[in-house]
């Protein structure tokens, strides 16, 4: 800063803070452009009645700073945006960096005069980036950022703040969250950037950032702005100390109003209430202290037990997939491990993406579905809640579904001609196109897009992805809190009539679905940070059984018997031409396809930070028919399909680990 000027508090000015003077008050956002807002409201009534926008105005220089710098390596976003160690992300300039690149690669123009939303999921150094961010926008020409509260939103809520706010008017949003990562000064820091229509950027913007990152000379910044108080909420409106013309302002907001609102406009809250005040019905929400807390908390909090919901930054190791090793006490209380202390388990419980055991939380977008003593795996939640899109007040009034779609791993394939699985079924029997991506939310925009791309119209469109993500067409990311009102819809619908102590639950929605749709049994091995060369020794070589596979003159027609009597019939690599864009991504993962339906699929992470992590979805297929065999033990009925797995792969002895870090 040149000069302090800071007109009320010149200590935390000081301090590097800016808490401004506050000059007037206003109802609502404002629908008006922030310039006219503060023409209007200069010099008006000083402080804010409730519902009123606060403004804080500070004189500042706004003079624009070229600092030099040069390349850093590596910055190249993987399945979702940018995910290092924080400790690589906290040398200097490496933010500024990745942020300069990501600028210069947006439309010309894009961010002149534009509102930026920047916010993430409270991890450690969330709060120091988004400072920086805004400093370096307001140095391009961004009239106004938008900041939720202490910078968290979660990231649906960030799709859904820059889709809503003031009727859509942001040009798009920086993402401070490495997701499942898990957080801290040792952990990992993310940032990815979501574009206009509230969606990650596809690989054509993160390949010119990348691009660009490698020839990086100079970013700009207006060193001059002081930090914003990001726990106040209002108008931080900034000032040049020349011209004395508002040139930039960060807009703190309430981080949940948007999203509550669009979930209040899709849900039947008035059933959910109905269904939520039977004295048969419960429900427990585990924000597993991520940023998934303060919305559960407003949605859920008149109405059910909450667990968990306050976030927190985070420290140590570890990957808070909510999964039941990371949603422990969530396992716990709904009697799927062990005995719960004090009589019987809530009928529906839920969890966001966290991790309880080392009280860290993350960003809301994953969910975890667990009915009494029965666990929904992510997969079997998809089709489910596509089997019921009737029940869902917004769909039904839309006209229904236009299209389903899941990530390639996201069971499951069509090994067998007529013979679709779990959400592909769905799909077959309401006659809906299903798309089949490859792992990543991004790959789901195009689609729900198709209409104003010059395709079809698909959306309303539902889809998801084995690792806990489900979404539709109402935002541009995957939703935690969504799919749990969806279930919660779900289960409103099944028991309009049904008489007190005769609640129809999770387990009896899901088995229902099996009885009709057949049942797809589920793993996924992963094998977290071990050495690049032996995961790419294992992609490689499953690549060169494939080519002798066909070579032999195996395939469909003539599947390869192998042990425990699986045929085999097909080994591909999965790759995608999008039908919006025609753009192509390959090599997606490995698949081994078997002639009963059974299906192996190979692939590497894409959002790490140190290594590689190998990931191995096992999957069976169970018709309906024969009940036994139906409600079977999903880790007996997968056995002899994982032991193939491991041995065809030879995990164990290319990465040296006997087990597998996580078993989902
Ligand atoms: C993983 C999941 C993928 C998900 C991605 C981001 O990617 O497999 O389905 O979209 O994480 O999720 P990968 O490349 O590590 O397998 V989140 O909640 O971390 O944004
Ligand atoms: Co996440």
């Not at 990501?102 to 123009?109: A, I, K, Q, T």
């Not at 997969?379 to 596509?386: C, E, N, T, Y």
């Not at 090994?415 to 029997?429: H, K, Q, S, W």
């Not at 006659?431 to 729900?448: A, I, R, S, V």
Request: aromatic share 8%; proline share 5%; with cysteine.
């Amino acid at each position: 800063m040149k000069r302090c000027c800071c007109r009320a508090a010149p200590l935390l000015a000081l301090l590097g803070i800016a808490r401004g003077r506050p000059v007037g008050s206003m109802r609502g956002g404002g629908g008006t452009s922030f310039l006219s807002n503060m023409c209007r409201l200069r010099g008006g009534q000083h402080g804010a009645a409730a519902g009123e926008t606060q403004i804080f105005e500070t004189v500042v220089s706004s003079e624009v700073t070229r600092v030099a710098t040069s390349p850093f390596e590596g910055q190249k976003p993987g399945t979702s945006g940018l995910r290092k160690k924080t400790s690589v992300f906290l040398q200097p300039g490496y933010l500024e960096n990745f942020i300069q690149s990501l600028f210069d690669s947006l439309p010309d123009g894009e961010l002149r005069g534009a509102t930026l939303v920047v916010s993430g999921d409270g991890r450690y150094g969330n709060a120091a980036a988004v400072q920086i961010i805004c400093k370096m926008a307001a140095a391009h020409g961004v009239a106004r950022v938008w900041v939720g509260r202490d910078g968290l939103l979660s990231t649906p809520a960030a799709s859904c703040v820059i889709r809503e706010r003031e009727g859509g008017v942001a040009c798009g949003g920086v993402i401070l969250s490495a997701s499942h990562n898990p957080g801290g000064p040792d952990a990992d820091f993310g940032i990815k950037y979501n574009v206009r229509n509230g969606g990650p950027a596809l690989e054509s913007l993160t390949e010119e950032v990348y691009e660009r990152s490698t020839q990086i000379r100079e970013y700009a910044i207006v060193a001059g702005l002081p930090d914003v108080d990001l726990s106040l909420e209002g108008r931080h409106v900034f000032v040049d100390e020349k011209g004395g013309a508002p040139h930039f302002e960060v807009e703190v907001i309430d981080p949940t109003e948007d999203y509550v609102a669009l979930m209040a406009s899709l849900f039947d809250f008035d059933a959910l209430r109905s269904l939520l005040r039977r004295p048969d019905m419960s429900l427990v929400f585990d924000g597993m202290h991520g940023v998934a807390g303060p919305y559960a908390r407003a949605i859920f909090g008149a109405l059910g037990a909450l667990l968990n919901c306050i976030p927190s930054e985070d420290f140590g190791g570890g990957h808070p997939d909510p999964n039941l090793t990371y949603a422990a006490a969530l396992a716990k209380l709904m009697g799927l491990t062990g005995q719960p202390a004090g009589g019987e388990p809530p009928v529906l419980g839920a969890a966001a993406d966290g991790d309880d055991r080392l009280q860290r939380g993350r960003d809301a977008d994953r969910n975890m579905i667990v009915g009494r003593r029965f666990f929904v795996t992510p997969s079997d939640s998809l089709a489910v809640i596509a089997a019921h899109a009737h029940a869902l007040p917004w769909l039904a009034r839309q006209g229904g579904l236009r299209a389903l779609a899941r990530s390639m791993p996201t069971s499951g394939g069509r090994p067998r001609l007529g013979e679709g699985r779990a959400v592909d079924r769905v799909a077959e029997e309401l006659g809906l196109p299903l798309f089949e991506t490859p792992t990543g939310w991004k790959y789901f925009g195009n689609l729900m897009d198709s209409h104003l791309l010059g395709g079809a119209d698909l959306s309303p469109l539902l889809c998801g992805e084995e690792s806990f993500g489900t979404g539709s067409s109402h935002i541009r990311e995957k939703d935690g809190l969504w799919a749990v009102l969806c279930w919660a819809s779900i289960l409103a619908h099944h028991n309009v009539d049904t008489p007190e102590g005769q609640l129809v639950g999770v387990e009896e929605v899901v088995t229902q679905h099996w009885r009709r749709f057949g049942r797809n049994f589920y793993t996924r091995y992963d094998y977290e940070n071990v050495d690049a060369a032996a995961a790419e020794e294992i992609v490689e070589r499953l690549r060169a059984m494939g080519s002798s596979f066909r070579g032999a003159g195996y395939g469909p027609s003539e599947p390869q018997l192998l042990q425990d009597g699986f045929a085999l019939a097909t080994i591909d690599e999965f790759s995608y031409r999008d039908p919006v864009d025609s753009s192509t991504t390959s090599q997606q993962g490995v698949r081994l396809l078997f002639a009963d339906g059974s299906r192996i699929v190979l692939r590497l992470s894409g959002t790490g930070s140190v290594g590689a992590t190998v990931r191995i979805y096992i999957e069976r297929y169970q018709p309906p028919g024969d009940e036994y065999a139906l409600l079977a033990n999903a880790t007996d009925a997968l056995r002899p399909l994982v032991d193939l797995a491991l041995h065809l792969s030879q995990v164990r002895e290319l990465t040296g680990r006997e087990a597998p870090t996580v078993i989902t």
